[in-house]
């Protein structure tokens, strides 16, 4: 009892930023719900921008035949296989003078360049709404994170370089572009990139550029292009892949970055081999499949549109959405999005309201994403309707 009690006094929870998620009625923990939604098969997938759109597309072959070989007994080559990084590489055109890493997803990328760019002294500039667990590693390693509110009609709706410039100060090192946004679907123009460029060369900062929804994007720009040996570039195999529960991603950079990474690795054994065998098969298939899911996608932002219009007090703050997700702003019908949320699921459909990706606007909006079978959206967006009406009703 006596050890007990010592080594629980020494170890203490972290008081890292943490994300403000909320948790759906009757669940205990966030496990537990994901397991929930997960077991259902029945279930409507539009709460992680996960894309349910692949077919046929030779993936699941490859994995299929990688474990018939049982390729899995061995360890896999620490960095990735180098045929998937040269694929990833020439995907991104990036293949001159950069590096790169196979990690097990964004996440783990986005968690190496907060290690290894962050001192402690250090200030990183992030946004709200936004991928918040960038400013949870971002606080585990540098000092402030300064998450801007960019929820307003004036910057649209993303971190513009204007903001950046009045949100620096002489401590910020590192600033977070996601692009297109989690949750908003915001992106890029070439000219707001090239300024991105001159801030980081201009400052001696350097720039995160996730490019995890890239490829939903009408046009998309690589801040490593214009800038790279100040960027670090995160690519994810969850989204337009298809490949969420693989856990497969990469980080890219020049490689003084790459080398400075390579010392602060976590999986120095390697990614999963199977993974790794599917992500090849994607990548060298995509153009075969790249304009049907993202026509697909589209298509479906339509039908989402067409609902909200319908609902007075609710609006898309960016519509067309260059990501796979929309935020539904209902904040002016004076309807919560946590109990549209509820309400949704009890009929089978997993939505997120903001407070996932914002802590000060979450209030007013249930973010929604749509790579997934137009059957099913068009069920959301009768659904949605009808949710509205039965709260504007029981108000
Ligand atoms: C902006 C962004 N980056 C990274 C990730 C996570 O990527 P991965 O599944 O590859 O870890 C997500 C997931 O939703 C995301 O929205």
Redesign the pocket.
């Known amino acids: 009892m006596i050890i007990e009690g010592v080594v629980r006094s020494m170890i203490s929870r972290k008081k890292y930023a943490k994300t403000a998620k909320t948790l759906p009625k009757g669940f205990e923990t966030p496990n537990d719900f994901f397991n929930y939604v997960f077991n259902d098969k029945d279930i409507i997938w539009m709460g ?2 996960t894309n349910h759109l692949h077919d046929e597309s030779g993936i699941k072959e490859a994995m299929l035949g990688s474990i018939k070989k049982g390729d899995y007994c061995k360890y896999p080559p620490p960095e990735g296989f180098p045929e998937l990084k040269d694929l990833i590489m020439e995907d991104l055109g990036l293949t001159h003078g950069f590096d790169i890493l196979i990690t097990a ?4 990328s ?1 968690y190496l360049c907060a290690n290894d760019i962050l001192e402690p002294e250090n200030n990183t500039i992030t946004c709200d709404p936004g ?1 918040l667990i960038i400013d949870n590693f971002a606080s585990r390693f540098g000092n402030h994170v300064k998450s801007v509110p960019i929820y307003n009609e004036e910057c649209n709706y993303k971190l513009t370089p204007d903001l950046v410039r009045e949100n620096m100060d002489k401590k910020t090192k590192l600033i977070s572009l ?1 692009d297109p946004l ?1 949750p908003l679907g915001s992106s890029y123009t070439k000219e707001e990139i090239k300024d991105f460029a001159d801030i980081a060369e201009d400052n001696n900062v350097y720039l995160l550029h ?1 490019v ?2 890239r490829d939903f994007a009408r046009d998309h720009h690589l801040v490593a292009e214009y800038c790279p040996e100040r960027t670090i570039t ?1 690519y ?3 989204k337009i892949y298809g490949m ?1 529960g693989l ?1 497969l ?1 990469a980080v890219l950079g020049t490689p003084d970055i790459i080398n400075s990474i390579r010392t602060i690795l976590i999986n120095d054994l390697g990614t999963n081999i199977i993974a790794q065998k599917g992500a090849i098969a994607a990548v060298n298939s995509k153009y075969e499949w790249l304009d049907k899911v993202k026509k697909t996608t589209q298509n479906n932002q339509k039908i989402i549109k067409k609902a909200v219009d319908e609902v007075e007090g609710t609006f898309i703050p960016v519509y067309p959405s260059d990501g796979n997700m929309l935020a539904i702003d209902m904040y002016d019908a004076g309807i919560n999005p946590r109990d549209v949320a509820d309400h949704l699921l009890d009929r089978k459909i997993f939505t997120r309201e903001g407070s996932y990706t914002s802590k000060h606007f979450g209030h007013r909006y249930l973010r929604v994403s749509y790579s997934i079978p137009t059957e099913d959206v068009k069920y959301f967006a009768e659904s949605f309707l009808e949710v509205m009406e039965e709260l504007k009703d029981s108000k």
């Open positions: 992680q921008n997803g964004g996440t783990e986005l991928y996601v989690n996730d995890t929804y995160i994810s195999f969850s969420a856990r991603g």
